[in-house]
């Protein structure tokens, strides 16, 4: 048993405005981080139906820059899960609201982990790709997680050489 991609699809549209952009009137890249973190963990939630935190972000590749006046445009669904974690994939897409040309601005993948009300790991189902798309992306899934793997231990090793050391 499981739950199609579809079910956790998750679309959130903004309007870019002066306060979310820098000084080149692009929106600012933590902004559309934070997007990216806020429709991914929904898409988590709605697979799981249960809380969520972020295990994870994969690189975000900016592709195209994202003008004030656009309008901002994040899809997201879970496109592969694990025992209690999730693989959310996020396509970030930008729209010239005067001319109506669009274009993929931003890509994604993060991971998220159900959790029970104690903070613990929980199963979530599995998650049943349809489309050719979401078959491409289930599929080369497992490529992406041993990718994660390598780098958290990395991280992990990075993390104990900057340990702060003792005050002599």
Do not use: C
């Not at 969520?52 to 899809?75: M, N, W, Y």
């Not at 979530?124 to 979401?134: A, L, M, R």
């Not at 899934?141 to 050391?165: C, D, G, I, V, W």
């Amino acid at each position: 048993m499981g739950k199609t991609m579809k079910e956790s699809r998750t679309i959130q549209t903004s309007h870019v405005l002066p306060p979310d952009t820098n000084h080149h009137g692009t929106l600012f890249g933590g902004q559309l981080m934070a997007y990216i973190d806020n429709v991914a963990s929904i898409a988590a939630t709605k697979h799981s139906r249960s809380l969520v935190v972020t295990a994870s972000t994969d690189s975000v590749d900016f592709l195209k820059p994202i003008r004030v006046g656009d309008a901002v445009t994040l899809e997201s669904f879970v496109s592969y899960t694990g025992k209690s974690s999730m693989e959310v994939f996020v396509r970030v897409t930008t729209e010239n609201l005067l001319s109506g040309d669009q274009s993929v601005a931003a890509i994604s993948f993060l991971t998220f982990v159900a959790i029970d009300n104690n903070g613990k790991p929980i199963p979530v189902q599995d998650v049943i790709p349809e489309t050719e798309e979401e078959k491409w992306l289930n599929e080369t899934a497992e490529n992406r997680a041993e990718h994660r793997k390598a780098r958290k231990k990395h991280s992990q090793e990075l993390a104990q050489f900057f340990t702060p050391k003792p005050i002599e």
